[in-house]
């Protein structure tokens, strides 16, 4: 069984700090991270997406994969509240993409 | 970012009635196409994987004869649940990956809100 493991939250953080979301996954042979955030009744759209062990910055968005500890997680610097959504990890093996149950952030002003 | 388009975002229909759900890649030809339903506050919870011109992979507990998959092209897909019942109503989101192997993002669409009624 393919899992993808995240703290469901909610996890809530005062504007300005950082936000720190982790996540989990079981299939070793996983080659591609991504996450995706999600407003309520909306599609998720993509964050960031990183195939490499270590950082991927991007903005205020830095992604960190420990392949070896089967291990993604996302940091948002600066939050804002339009940060406040749900978080998903995807992980993907050769097109087979699984999502994690999400994180929901919440910034508070 | 590639543009995958569902269409309808929302319907409404009596229950025992056949619903389909369009699912498009307007700039991309896309070798995989997969199917999501998400119930409110709960994940996305994959149903099936369709690839083009073969026949869809289900996950376990996922009726195939209900939730037909067709995947008739490289840039259209279509989920219809067949004789619905309110049980099935949920956010059914499709999304497509770029050809290619693992290193390949998944594009969303907008999500089609059914409700059986």
């Known amino acids: 069984q393919k899992e993808v493991e995240q703290n469901s939250g909610p996890l809530s953080v005062p504007e300005g700090a950082i936000a720190s979301l982790n996540c989990t996954y079981s299939?070793?042979?996983?080659?591609?991270f991504f996450w995706y955030r999600q407003y309520s009744g909306k599609s998720p759209e993509l964050i960031m997406f990183?195939?490499?062990?270590g950082d991927k910055e991007d903005g205020r968005f830095t992604a960190q994969l420990n392949k070896a500890s089967q291990y993604v997680s996302l940091l948002i610097r600066d939050s804002q509240p339009s940060d406040s959504a749900t978080y998903l990890c995807?992980?993907?093996?050769?097109?087979?993409?699984?999502f994690g149950a999400g994180t929901r952030l919440t910034v508070k002003p | 970012g590639a543009v995958v388009s569902q269409h309808p975002s929302r319907v409404i229909c009596k229950s025992g009635t056949s619903v389909k759900i369009e699912c498009r890649s307007l700039?991309?030809?896309?070798?995989?196409m997969f199917w999501y339903r998400q119930f409110p506050k709960k994940s996305l919870m994959l149903m099936a994987t369709?690839?083009?011109?073969?026949?869809?992979?289900?996950e376990q507990g996922v009726e195939k004869d209900k939730f037909l998959i067709n995947h008739a092209s490289l840039t259209l897909s279509t989920l219809t649940v067949t004789s619905a019942h309110p049980e099935d109503s949920s956010f059914y989101i499709c999304s497509a990956s770029l050809m290619g192997g693992g290193n390949t993002e998944a594009f969303f669409g907008q999500g089609t809100r059914l409700t059986v009624v």
């Open positions: 995807a992980v993907n093996n050769n097109n087979d993409m699984r």
């Open positions: 700039d991309f030809q896309a070798t995989t």
């Open positions: 990183i195939y490499s062990n």
């Open positions: 369709s690839n083009e011109g073969s026949k869809a992979t289900y």
């Open positions: 299939d070793r042979g996983s080659q591609s």
